[in-house]
């Protein structure tokens, strides 16, 4: 394991700490992956690369509210990024936000109608909005 430098920064630059986080997400340590990325973002505040890894970490690590927060600051620095419309809306419907959760899955389907897991999410989401007034 690296030894950190005084201040508790991870040894490197920003960048190596992006490469870091990415290969610690693949690898299936999605908190130690978030733990990084966040020094990053927080160095790079407007890397959208850096956030897309952060917010994937956090939503691997269950954390679901914030990963929401960082697919929103994607979504509303880039409108045309439909991973993060995806990513916010299944953020938000893991948190329970499930009437949240259908407008970026209906983005990202209108996006990419081709994608396969943007569509089965969407027509899940829809699926629950039903049954639930149907109760």
Do not use: C
Not at 13 to 42: C, F, M
Not at 71 to 76: N, Q, S, Y
């Amino acid at each position: 394991m690296d030894h950190e430098k005084t201040g508790g920064a991870p040894e490197g630059d920003v960048y190596d700490w992006y490469q870091r986080g990415v290969k610690l997400l693949k690898e299936g340590s999605p908190a130690a992956a978030a733990a990084i990325l966040e020094r990053a973002a927080t160095a790079e505040p407007d890397s959208r690369s850096i956030r897309e890894a952060l917010a994937r970490a956090q939503f691997n690590s269950r954390r679901y509210a914030e990963a929401a927060e960082s697919f929103r600051w994607i979504v509303d620095a880039n409108p045309a990024e439909d991973y993060a419309y995806f990513g916010l809306g299944l953020s938000l419907w893991r948190t329970g936000d499930v009437e949240g959760a259908q407008e970026p899955l209906a983005i990202a389907v209108a996006m990419r109608p081709d994608e396969r897991n943007y569509n089965n999410a969407l027509k899940s989401v829809r699926a629950t909005i039903r049954a639930r007034r149907e109760m």
